[in-house]
């Protein structure tokens, strides 16, 4: 099984930056991808980004395009998601995603394994 573990998530001021992490364990923590969603309440779960671990490739929602970076550490089997300029609509909770499908994918159904989710919050 591959366990994901979400940190990082906390109440901050619109315009600051926070930084998730995604640590990726189990007995054969192999995967081709990885993603980070978003769910707020009342809403579908919302993809953000997503990068292939092998290749690098990122793919990013328009939404998050220039103020989120998705970035992944190797030897800790980390992935990151550096969210920038923080607003009130970034308000939800967010989810990591590894999937063994190789590519970038954008919908929800293409990842088998999920994190339980941290919660951020945006105050104006």
């Known amino acids: 099984q591959v366990q994901l573990v979400e940190s990082g998530g906390g109440l901050v001021q619109a315009g600051d930056s926070l930084r998730l992490s995604c640590v990726v364990s189990?007995?054969?923590?192999?995967?081709?991808?990885m993603a980070w969603f978003r769910q707020a309440p009342g809403k579908e779960r919302e993809f953000l980004a997503s990068?292939?671990?092998?290749?690098?490739?990122?793919d990013y929602a328009d939404s998050v395009k220039g103020r989120f970076t998705i970035s992944r550490d190797n030897a800790k089997n980390t992935a990151y998601l550096q969210m920038n300029t923080l607003k009130p609509a970034d308000t939800a909770d967010y989810y990591c995603a590894a999937s063994r499908l190789p590519g970038v994918h954008i919908e929800t159904r293409y990842y088998q394994y999920w994190g339980q989710g941290t919660q951020v919050t945006v105050s104006s």
């Open positions: 189990g007995r054969t923590p192999f995967w081709y991808t």
């Open positions: 990068m292939d671990w092998i290749s690098s490739v990122t």
